[in-house]
């Protein structure tokens, strides 16, 4: 196992050298750069700036720069919100964080009961309206079901505030602070598991269809259990199994915010941040945040490889 | 395998995030300058076609039914709420780098000088000044007792400070107070003297300044926002300017209002500055609340009091049915232009530019099809400046006959295909636009306007307004759509032709007037200098003029005494703004 974890480390290590330098070309790379987009300067101040940020500097050295800084746990400057890099990750991830865990849950814990219901009764009434209305859910685009219901909810019925995570102005603390961002995410929670629960759904439906199928469930069933525990002991601990692969996956999206859910609800969370800081060009932050996910990513996977292998022993680590 | 799929996910994941942003056509408020990028920015709903094309609204507008406003806006009693699309959080003038800063600092900091509904110089922190017989010479003679909002007095050292860091070497803002050529500055800058000659503190209330050449936008342009030496000068030294970064979140000013929470993202809530030499602000709370993108949502649910929006009809009838929304009518100091690419052949000639104007259907382009919420512009001017005239300007009016006669007397005849050509040369028009309702409407109306005069027209669409100035700066466009930033004197429209920005356009006549123009101060010489410049600028074309944008303000009918400028939006009048009880 240890030798298979310093192997497997040392390629992440390698994976993510690799990646950095990727990364960093094609943000240097692409058209523009912090300076340019701001037609108040002159093209004189133009290059003053160029030289003080440095980037009039080749672009090897400028990831040498990056990358030295980088290993010294220093991310630099955002050079449009004028701060650390980690603080403004501090500042915005955990709400997306608070947002993408919760409806995380809620997609699995739908798709998992209506997987296996729908398994179980496969081709019943119920399966073939499920799945329809799964269908429909996955093919709406998400903003216009955002804005659908910001203007039934908030608009016309007033029922839920319309977008951000407080109330403005709000000076509520504790308990009356949980229930103010409660009220402000239930929209946006509402349409992120929406929009998710189908694939999962299709997903846990067949595992469970191929599981059912084999013979120690038959086994099972002849011993007497009961189908409650066949379906939940047995069965479903199986299907689940695949299901594991997809654990390492939602890793980086946990962290990575949602552009689009993000901007629709005026959700405060890093999506947006890095959207704006895109069309910037504002390099320490996007290097930062592009890192920050290929890094997750790669334990990502690492996880699923070491949860797989201890939820199965058959699979084993070379 | 394992590692490729791995770097294939990184791959992947890269490309992803390199998706282009969605622009944002609809601030709350626009941003007061900077680093925002400014584009041609179209109506954000309708498209509908209305005839006379003129704005539907001209007269402020006061709210027909105050009961309709929602229970949010009435609970309040001591707070105004103003949406912003997104403040980050660096309050520093000079130092902010996005335009939406630049909206809380307006609020954190008073100026010495600021400026009134035309754009002319009044006092604010400095109650007078002189300029010198020889324009050189500015003296600022400050209030007595001016106070910084932490209760320490603000004195002529402060602004000698605060005009010092500017021409430090390190200093990476985007003010234009560096551009003035203030005597010994290049000096400080180099590191050859210990201060700047030219600035010199007479006695705690009285500042002066020389110039090594006269600038008549000097006297507002160093007349602002003061930064206080005690708290941001504490561990300045030549060439270090970092430190700054760490009073971002913590202002001191001496502007109307004081931070009180910045909240990433969400909100900057600010409380009454009781040291404000105006005296304490009539409401005690204002907040900023972070409003991306369409801002109609919080206005009629009552979460914001404020907001802007294109003044199409559609939006002028939607305000009005809401009921408890008072409007007015804004013409924001900007004007929209198409930049020309003087270097290439055909459009070095005046007479092709002047028939791609006349060829162009403006009217329809920017004020039908906006229904209204535009007019069609011919000089680099806004309507509200104290110099815009339409004296000796050609209009330009719509005439396709009038367009190809004047391509014939260019010598370009039509050729195959119906294009015209010049030495086996095509006659096309490479034409570079931002992704926006606007772009769509100007392709498609421009296509069948230049094709009826013989011109091939390629149009090309960026998503990502960085993307397309760099490809203006490689050279490969034939036009392209921007807008200013906000003007606040008529040379800030000017300085375009003359810094190198629109290559290849080099008129003696034209430099030298514009020198002329910034050499005095006099109101009245300048506007007949301006005038002189617009109709030289309006014959020549060295940038197709092309519109104005028309915007309307909604706010709450609770508050009194709301006004815009704009050239300094809220700041001027908000310390007076009232919140009537709620019926």
Known sequence: MSAYLTKRISYMVIILLAASLLIFCLYALTPGDFISSNIKLSPERKAELREIYGLNKPLLERYGIWMKNALHGDFGFSLAQQKPVLTLFNEYIWNSFLLAAVSTFFTWLIAVIIGVVSAYKQYSWFDTLVMVLIFAAMSLPSFFIGLFLIKICAVDLKWLPPGGMLTTGSNATGLAYVKEVIHHMTLPVVVMTLLGVGSLTRYFRSNMIDVIKQDYIRTARAKGLKENKVLFRHALRNALLPAITLVGFELPSLFGGSLIIEKIFNWPGIGQLYIQSFGLRDYPLLMGFTMLLAVLTVIGTLLSDILYHIADPRVRLH | ?583
């Not at chain 2, 050449?213 to 926002?225: E, F, H, I, S, Y």
């Not at chain 2, 119906?418 to 095509?426: A, L, N, V």
């Open chain 2, 1 to 583: 395998m394992k590692k490729g799929v791995i770097l294939l996910t990184s791959l992947m994941l890269v490309g992803s995030l390199l998706m282009s942003a969605c622009s944002n056509n609809n601030d709350a408020e626009p941003a007061a300058s900077g680093n925002s990028a400014q584009t041609e920015q179209g109506a954000k709903e309708g498209n509908t076609t209305v005839p006379g094309g003129e704005s539907g609204l001209t007269e402020p507008y006061a709210a027909a039914d105050m009961s309709k406003l929602p229970a949010v806006a009435k609970q309040r009693t001591d707070t105004i709420i103003v949406g912003l699309t997104d403040p980050s959080g660096a309050f520093t003038p000079y130092f902010t780098q996005s335009g939406y800063d630049g909206n809380v600092n307006s609020l954190l900091f008073s100026s010495l000088v600021t400026v009134d509904d035309k754009g002319l110089p009044i006092p604010d922190l400095a109650e007078k000044w002189d300029v010198s017989d020889d324009q050189l010479t500015y003296t600022y003679h400050l209030r007595k007792d001016l106070k910084f909002s932490d209760g320490s007095p603000l004195t002529a050292d402060d602004v000698a400070f605060t005009w010092t860091i500017q021409f430090d070497k390190a200093y990476d803002g985007d003010s234009m107070v560096p551009t003035l050529a203030v005597k010994g500055a290049q000096a400080y800058k180099e590191g050859k003297a210990k201060s700047i000659e030219g600035i010199k503190v007479i006695d705690p209330q009285t500042i002066s300044v020389t110039l090594e050449k006269p600038n008549a936008t000097a006297l507002v342009m160093l007349g602002g926002q003061v930064l206080s030496k005690a708290y941001y000068g504490k561990d300045y030294k030549f060439g270090q300017l970092d430190y700054i970064k760490k009073l971002h979140s913590n202002p001191v000013g001496s502007g109307p209002y004081k931070l009180e929470k910045f909240i990433p993202g969400q909100e900057v809530r600010f409380v009454a500055n009781e040291n404000y030499y105006k005296g304490k602000p009539k409401t005690e709370r204002f907040i900023y609340k972070t409003s991306e993108g369409d801002t109609w949502q919080y206005l009629e649910t009552g979460e914001v009091d404020y907001a802007s929006f294109s003044a199409t009809t559609e939006n002028i009838e939607k305000l009005k049915s809401l009921g408890f929304v008072n409007i007015i009518p804004y013409t924001p100091s900007t004007y929209g232009y198409l930049q020309v690419n003087l270097e290439h052949e055909a459009l070095k000639d005046k007479k092709v530019r002047q028939a791609l104007t006349y060829g162009l259907d403006r009217q329809s382009i920017y004020v039908d099809a906006n229904q209204g919420a535009g007019s069609v512009a011919n000089i680099p001017a806004s309507p509200i400046s104290w110099a815009y005239t339409e004296e000796g300007i050609n209009p330009y009016k719509f005439d396709t006959e009038k367009a190809k006669q004047l391509l014939d007397e260019a010598g370009w005849k039509e050729g195959a295909g119906g294009i015209r050509e010049k030495d086996g040369k095509q006659l096309v028009i490479h034409y570079l636009g931002s992704k926006s309702k606007q772009t769509d409407i100007f392709i498609a109306v421009a296509k069948e306007n230049f094709q009826a005069l013989g011109v091939k027209f390629e149009p090309e669409v960026f998503a990502d307004f960085n993307s397309l100035v760099s490809k203006v700066e490689s050279g490969d466009y034939d036009l392209v759509s921007f807008s200013t930033p906000m003007l606040t004197d008529p040379s800030d429209g000017l300085v375009q032709f003359m810094d190198g920005e629109i290559k290849g356009y080099d008129n003696p006549k034209f430099k030298e007037l514009y020198e002329k123009g910034l050499a005095t101060s006099d109101i009245e010489q300048r506007k007949q200098i301006y005038k002189e410049i617009f109709q030289l600028l309006n014959d020549e074309l060295p940038i197709i003029f092309t519109s104005y944008k028309k915007t309307v303000y909604g706010y709450n009918g609770r508050i009194d005494n709301l006004s815009v400028s704009p050239f300094v939006g809220l700041a001027n009048s908000l310390p007076d703004w009232t919140l009537k009880p709620a019926q």
